[in-house]
């Protein structure tokens, strides 16, 4: 198996943070992702390694492990068992214990510490989990406002996934199965998706309920009237009552996020009011709200 440089394909040394890792695949997944360069081989390849180098820095005991055993780090796992079992072999007199070993072939490890020892722990296939992958899926927040299919790109493989509406910023899913391949036959790993979602919208998110701040002028603040709003979903007509305050608060249920989950079910929009102070005045403006203090 061919040594692959993680740190080098994410441009990061060994010494890197994970806070550093993290940015540095973020920059590099958005540069490279399939939507921002279609039918683009190159950029679909270096996509696939980011996400690859991603999967195994972007986990403490992943990177762990690949630093210690290099291109077999998914083998660690096996070699502790195996070393434990020649351990417990050597105890009940069928050999000598050579102490602790580092990165070498699996194979040739096996022959050369067992001999027909390690060919008998071959043969009784001893089944192994697969590896747990991690991956990050970079979404707008409208893209979250309705459940849809979206395919993703994971060690080499498309995976197909259903998004639901309401998923947060910072949730991670459990894709069963869709992680590392078994060995001897045991189970795969599963895959773990954690959502990062950008909000380009004018609306501050808490959840399902949704925030927006309004400007009112200070006449419609003071006699009341009509006004539009934006939700999420489209344009509304809202009455404002006379002497309405700065600051003023107002719920329009339902208007909100989707709840995570809940179909047909959503949040509330929550308005404050800001009254703006009248600028350049003109003198006979002025006039009127002299008159008005003098009342």
Do not use: C
Not at 55 to 67: I, M, S
Not at 147 to 153: D, G, N, Q
Not at 273 to 295: C, G
């Amino acid at each position: 198996m061919e040594f692959i440089d993680y740190y080098k394909i994410l441009g990061v040394s060994k010494k890197a943070s994970e806070s550093d890792i993290k940015k540095a695949y973020r920059k590099l997944a958005r540069k490279y992702h399939p939507d921002l360069n279609p039918n683009d081989k190159e950029a679909e390849r270096k996509f696939k390694e980011i996400n690859e180098a991603n999967e195994v820095l972007g986990n403490p005991e992943n990177r762990k492990k690949y630093d210690q055993y290099g291109k077999d780090w998914k083998h660690a796992e096996e070699f502790e068992k195996a070393r434990q079992s020649q351990r417990q072999y050597s105890q009940q007199g069928g050999g000598q214990y050579y102490g602790d070993f580092s990165e070498s072939d699996f194979s040739d490890f096996f022959e050369s510490m067992f001999g027909g020892a390690g060919r008998s722990y071959q043969r009784r296939q001893v089944k192994f989990r697969g590896e747990d992958y991690n991956a990050e899926l970079h979404l707008d927040l409208m893209d979250v406002y309705t459940t849809h299919k979206r395919t993703l790109t994971v060690n080499h493989k498309n995976i197909r996934i259903t998004i639901p509406a309401g998923v947060e910023n910072g949730q991670t899913i459990k894709i069963k199965g869709h992680g590392g391949q078994g060995v001897n036959g045991g189970p795969n790993g599963d895959l773990y998706i954690t959502f990062v979602i950008e909000n380009r919208t004018s609306f501050k998110r808490d959840k399902s309920d949704l925030y927006l701040n309004k400007n009112i002028d200070l006449y419609t603040a003071v006699l009341g009237g009509e006004i539009t709003v934006d939700t999420i979903d489209g344009k509304v007509k809202l009455k404002v009552k006379p002497e309405t305050q700065n600051g003023a608060k107002i719920k329009l249920k339902g208007k909100g996020f989707p709840v995570y989950k809940k179909k047909g079910e959503f949040g509330d929009l929550y308005i404050t009011y800001t009254v703006k102070t009248p600028e350049n005045l003109s003198p006979k403006q002025k006039d009127l709200f002299k008159e008005l203090s003098k009342l």
